[in-house]
T-cell receptor, first 116, second 112 residues
Framework: DAGVIQSPRHEVTEMGQEVTLRCKPISGHDYLFWYRQTMMRGLELLIYFNNNVPIDDSGMPEDRFSAKMPNASFSTLKIQPSEPRDSAVYFC??????????????FGPGTRLTVT | KNQVEQSPQSLIILEGKNCTLQCNYTVSPFSNLRWYKQDTGRGPVSLTIMTFSENTKSNGRYTATLDADTKQSSLHITASQLSDSASYICVVPRGNTDKLIFGTGTRLQVFP
């Protein structure tokens, strides 16, 4: 399996522009997570889905952030309008629930977003 | 407050030496604890997952310990290699949820 795929790997945009980050989870996984990593705050969960349904979006910082999962193999994280403080690395992760124990989350390579 | 704290913040060792990284957590209720390795420019990769009933778990040269009573965990790296240079992150899920709480990590540098 190719693992979790994210695109683009790097994104540089100007303040006020719309940014869309994309994620393809590992085939067959039923959970998908979006994280943000900064030097100051480390890794933070933004939102996660189970079977394409958003379960918890309490980590989404503002209404400027939105995420969708139209099908089991694709998710997007959109920032509109973007601000310099949104600059961070955004990771997507997926996992497969199994009975009887915790299940691993597999992370993608991340998208490094720079908003100028 | 649910928190995960790690020490040291950074560590430099020579190739071939052993080292131990520490993690203290206050997350409750507790279900499991994870250690991740994150290479520069890459996503985190799971090293171990330990439930409250497990005291020790090994993955090659990595050995994690867990003391659920004192809410402490350690990650011991034996005979370090240059490829061990990375950030090591301790992670605890919030209760029985899928919401992971991440420590700030220990940045390990291994020099020849």
């Amino acid at each position: 399996d190719a693992g979790v795929i994210q695109s683009p790997r790097h994104e540089v945009t100007e303040m006020g522009q719309e940014v869309t980050l994309r994620c393809k989870p590992i085939s067959g996984h039923d959970y998908l997570f979006w994280y943000r990593q900064t030097m100051m705050r480390g890794l933070e969960l933004l939102i996660y889905f189970n079977n394409n349904v958003p379960i918890d979006d309490s980590g989404m910082p503002e209404d400027r952030f939105s995420a969708k999962m139209p099908n089991a193999s694709f998710s997007t994280l959109k920032i509109q309008p973007s601000e310099p403080r949104d600059s961070a690395v955004y990771f997507c992760a997926s996992s497969l629930a199994r009975a009887g124990g915790p299940y691993e989350q597999y992370f993608g390579p991340g998208t490094r977003l720079t908003v100028t | 407050k649910n928190q995960v704290e790690q020490s040291p913040q950074s560590l430099i060792i020579l190739e071939g030496k052993n080292c131990t990284l520490q993690c203290n957590y206050t997350v409750s209720p507790f279900s499991n604890l994870r250690w991740y390795k994150q290479d520069t420019g890459r996503g985190p990769v799971s090293l171990t997952i330990m439930t409250f009933s497990e005291n020790t778990k090994s993955n090659g040269r990595y050995t994690a310990t867990l003391d659920a009573d004192t809410k402490q965990s350690s990650l011991h790296i034996t005979a370090s290699q240059l490829s061990d240079s990375a950030s090591y992150i301790c992670v605890v899920p919030r209760g029985n949820t899928d919401k992971l709480i991440f420590g700030t990590g220990t940045r390990l540098q291994v020099f020849p």
